[in-house]
Every structure is written in C-alpha cells, then in structure tokens.
C-alpha cells in the first residue's frame, strides 16, 4: 500500500457506536469514511447524510464486496462480530471490531483462524488503553517502575445503568451476557494489558440478576423494549489466576445498590516496587522511599485529543505499516475466554481451567 494513501473505510452498524467512529475518524486525516450499511438503512441513510460519507450500501455482504474499501469497522450486536468479522478477512478487508471481540469463546477462536488465514490487520476496540492516564501508568509499569506486578483489583460499579432493556443487550443469545461481557470486559482487557498480557489459565466467579428481571436498575444508554426479554446477570465477581502467579479481581454491575467509587471504573494496581490507581479519568502512583510513602498525581493534559483518536489513527498506523494492533485478535480471546470462564464457573460452581487450543 502506497505511504500516502487515504485509508477507505466502511461502517457495518450505524447504531450508538458506528456513530462515535463517524466522528472520530473525522480527526484521523489518514483516513476517511466513505461508506456505510445498517439492517436498518434509514438509520444508515441519515448518518451518511450528517457525516457527508458517499455511499449507502444495503447489507454488509454488498458493503464487503465495494471494491474501493480497504477496511471496516463492525460496530453492530455481539452475536454478529464474528460472522462479519470472518467475512471482511476472507473478503480482503482489514477489521476494526467492536468488543468484545465475540459472542463467545468458541467465535472468537473462529476470527482468529479467519485472520490467520488473511494477510489483513484485525483490532479490536478496547479505547480504554488509550486514555492518558492509562497510558501513563502503563509506561512506568513498562520502564519496571513498579516492579512485578502480582495483584489487580479493577471493576465498575453501576448503581443504575442497564442499558437497553429488552433489546439484543439484555438477551443472552445475542450479547453474550450482561455487564461482564458489557463493561467489565473494558477493565478485563485494561488490567490484562497493565499486567503484561500474562495469560489467563483459571477462574472463579459468580454471577446474579437481582434488578433486570424486575425491571429496575433501568439507565439512559438505549432505549428500553419493555415487550423484550431479559435473561442476563446484572452483576458479577470473580477471582482470575494469570500464568505467571498473579491474580486479579473483577467486579461489575449494571445495577447494585451501593454507590462504589460513584460508577466510575477502578483500577489498583499492585506490584512489588510501586502501585497505580485509576478511579474515573484520575490517577496516581504509589511507592516507599526513605521508609515514607510516596505518591504521585497523574493528570490529564490540557489539550489532550481523546482515547478514541488515538485508537482511530492506531489502527490506520497498522495498515499503512503492516504492525499487529495492541489490542490484537490473541488479546479479544484471552477477555472472551476469562467471561465465558466466569459464566461457566457461576453455573457449576468450580473452578474453570482456560482453554487456549484455538
Ligand atoms: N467501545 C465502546 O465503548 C462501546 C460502546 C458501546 C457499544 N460498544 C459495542 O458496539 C457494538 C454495538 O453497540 P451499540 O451500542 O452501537 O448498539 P446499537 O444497537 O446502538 O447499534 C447496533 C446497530 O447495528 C445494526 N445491525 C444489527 N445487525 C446488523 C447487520 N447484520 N448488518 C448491519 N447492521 C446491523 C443495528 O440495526 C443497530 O443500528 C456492541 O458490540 C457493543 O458492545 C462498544
């Protein structure tokens, strides 16, 4: 691919998230948005009006087929990522999916045998490795400022936040699960990138549904279908053991009552030299010196341009140089295959040991 070639980009899904990457893209000047598809193509037609993208396809299958396309971003329900995903490689386009990556374990295996077999860059969009803070702390846990890192707490507590009661959110069959594969998988990915991409091997976890069935906990993201069904957790907590002998906890919810760290995400990070905190867009490290704690602010530049940005011109820097993403295909399987551990490990009470054969 010529150095200077504007990257052609089509959206298949052109719901909450499709709309965010319309306007993302927008500030990457590497590439550009031309084309987009929905099942529901009114919705696709008015989001090419208001963003100016040319060309309306009326399925992804005929999207896939434009041959002016050289990448896609999949921005659509849980349960369709990996038969488009797989039908991009194999159509020669380069993948930027939503997360989480699949369904299930067992789909995410099928996208990374699919991107084995292209020659094609596939993300995974995980925006939350790329917030500044984050990116602070992961640049002294990589210098060894913290040492070895044994011990992660991360989650996020919503008090009232069940987005889209009804809808394929609430469905099993189609989402995958509720909160965990929700949200959580945001601070799953975030601490299994903080830890060193040491891989998961076991899980412990139980999962409930004390406020969707009831139809409470009810949030603003979505819109309520109340003739839907609902037949996924609404919180969930589990002890995951890595490869290397560390350990991290994981705690999410749609809805509880209790106000943790005000719904914001957390993340403590424990390491044998020097520890990190992220609680919202806040952040601070921690370490002993002369027999004193010692702690450091992190903050925000001022003129900082966003997680997303920087996600959008990651992506468009793997195709222009043929790099793996950070967030790789290798990175959605180990987050599928710890949630589907979870769910496993809440329905038969055991202890459930990774399979990684893909
Ligand atoms: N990274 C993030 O922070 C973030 C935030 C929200 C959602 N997401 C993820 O993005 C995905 C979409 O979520 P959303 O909130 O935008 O949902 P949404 O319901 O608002 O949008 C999904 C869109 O996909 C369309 N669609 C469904 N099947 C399709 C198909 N076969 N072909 C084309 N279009 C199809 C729907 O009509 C809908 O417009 C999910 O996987 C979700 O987990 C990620």
Redesign the pocket.
Known sequence: MPENKIIQIGV???????NVHMNEFKKVPEAAIVAV????LP?AESRAKEHGIPKVHA??EELLQDPNLDAVII????E??AP?AISALEAGKHVLL???MAINAASAKQIIRAHRASDKILMV?H?MRWEAINLQVKEQIDKGSLGQIYNVKAGWMRRKGIPGWG??FTQMSKSGGGPLI?IGVHMLDLSLHLMGNARPVSVFGTTYAEFGPKRKGIGTW?KPDWNGTYDVEDLATALIKLDNGSTLTLDVSWAAHTDMLDNQPYLYVMGSEGGATLRGNKGRLFTELFDRTAEVELSVPDNDEGARVRQSRHFVECIREGKEPITSGLSGLANNLVLEAIYESSRTGSVVTLDWNI
């Open positions: 298949i899904g052109a719901g909450n998230i499709g598809t929905d099942v529901y919705l399925s992804y921005a659509v329900p849980n369709m990522h488009i939503e997360k989480p969009a925006q809808t394929w929700d979505g």
